[in-house]
């Protein structure tokens, strides 16, 4: 089936990915971390929904980034400025997502772990 070997197919490229990326394995267990804390927290189906969206984006474009990182290694093994540009301007857009779930997960975490602490 079709569809089975192109599941079959992604999920190869999601484990290479863990193998190779630090920063891929740093990802898997800050979510494994967070959806603990939000389980512990008796976080609201919003707010599951929220989390979910910034860890599966998170997720998705480190996925996309190593990517890029693999084509760009592929297509030049040397140094060159433009491979250079197109790997900073990826985790460029890593780092803007990264941003973002850090402020989303204050926003989420911080007034549930005073209202536990007060
Ligand atoms: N072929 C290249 N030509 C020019 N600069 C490069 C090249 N490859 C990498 N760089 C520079 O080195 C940086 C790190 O690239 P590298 O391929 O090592 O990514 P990485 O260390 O796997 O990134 P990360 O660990 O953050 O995912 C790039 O962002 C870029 O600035």
Known sequence: MRFVTSVRNAARGIRAALKSERHM????FA???VLIIGWILKFSSI????LLIVIIGMMALEL?????E??????EPDQHPVAGKVKDIAAGACLVFAIGAAIIGFILFIPKLIDLLV
């Open 70 to 75: 693999t084509l760009v290694d592929l297509v």
């Open 25 to 28: 394995r740093f990802h898997f």
């Open 47 to 50: 707010e599951w929904a929220i």
């Open 64 to 68: 996309v980034n190593t990517a890029l």
């Open 31 to 33: 979510a494994v971390v």
